[in-house]
Structure formats: C-alpha cells, structure tokens
C-alpha cells in the first residue's frame, strides 16, 4: 500500500569535471532541446525546494526564482561534499523562513539521469506510511533491473541523512572524497525497483548516444569556456 507523501525537497548533484565527456557539463547536455538541469526541474514543482549543486544554473525564468544553486566545498569534493553543500542550503532557508516548516525528506538526484523523473513518483509512493509505526525507513532508494542501488535516485529521510553527514563528519574530519556507500552504509533504506531507463545515465558519449542525448552542443559550449563538470557519482 503507498504510504502517506512525505514533504520533501530535491538536492540536485550537477557538478564535476566530466572528464569522459570531454569535459563537458552534464547539467547543459540536452535532451530534444532541453537541458538535462531544466528538464530534470521541471519535474520537482512539488518540492519544496530545490538545490542544484554546481555551477550551471537552470536557464528557465520560472526555476531561477524558485531554486538555489549553491558550490560544494571543495570543489569537485565528491558526491558525499555535495550532498553537503545542498544541505546545508536547505538549512539556510529553512533558517530564513524561504522553506515552510522542515521537509520531512530530501531526493537526491543526479542531473545525468535524464529520464530520472520517471522514479519519482514510485519513490513517493513507496515512502513509509505513518501507520507502520516501529517500521520506519530512514529512505527509500531506487533500484535498476540489474539490482543495482542508485543513491543519487532516492529520498531520504532529512535528519538522518544529515546525521550520516555529521557522523562522516566527526569520523574523517571532513567530507572531501567520502563515498555514498560510506555515507549511507548505517542507513536503514527500502529497495524500490525502477525501470533501467530511469536509472540510465550520461558518463560516456556512447551513453549520450544512446539515450539521444546532444553532445555537440555541449561540447561547443565547454570550448567556449562555459563550466564543465561531473556531479560525481558513486560509480
């Protein structure tokens, strides 16, 4: 049975070298026209809030009122960094009143799943229901056919999600480098099975190509001297 819909915000990882696309960035790579960053918001009016983590702002008018993009620090830190960063933009505007109340779930999102929205729903759907009381996840994460776990396609539950920041935290001194296995490895999470298409995502021009994703456009941009980074995933 679907559980009750969490309040939630979405933290968008879109920022990184993308070293096996040329250096192009991921979050400007289009799809039928649209980029991967806009295309990806477009599905989130639910949120909220959202925070893109990189340098490549949403080109909608709409999105650049409503989304906060934000660096991790250091940059290119890794996908644990940024996870980081947006959350401590999604504390900065709870803090300033820009977020009512306290999102009981953050989604995690790579800007290089460019069917990613498709998750979302069967991400909310699956979300513990208040009814199951001593049963409760701390998230649900997606789940390809493979049986791969895809951690930047999940909703986690916001505090113990900045516990596990703060634990990485006080272990490491740091969060530079730190894996999303090591992040989320005290994490009690439920497995949600998602189409591949969903999951699929843009590390190599053969992805790209086979996903209709336009790479000359991108690759002119980055020799333009626009920003060209990966979000870091943990693959």
Known sequence: MPGDAPTWAAVILAGGRGSRLGGADKAALR??????????????????????????PPTSAAALVRVSVVRENPPFGGPVAATAAGLDELSRLEESARVPGHPDAVALLAVDMPHAAAALPLLLDAWPSSAEAGQEADGVIAVDGAGRRQ??????????????VAGIVRERGGVEGSSMRL?????????????????????????????????????????????????GTPR
Do not use: F, N
């Open 31 to 56: 799809l039928g026209g649209v980029p991967l960053v806009d295309r990806l918001l477009s599905a989130l009016a639910d949120a909220a809030a959202v925070v893109v983590v990189g340098d490549h």
């Open 151 to 164: 951690s930047l396609l999940a909703l986690y539950r916001t505090d113990r999600l900045r516990e596990a």
């Open 183 to 231: 992040l989320l490895a005290g994490l009690d999470l439920r497995e949600v099975p998602v189409p591949d298409l969903a999951a699929a995502d843009v590390d190599t021009p053969e992805d790209a190509a086979r996903l209709g994703i336009e790479l000359r456009k991108a690759a002119d941009a980055a020799g333009r001297g626009e920003a060209g980074h990966e979000e």
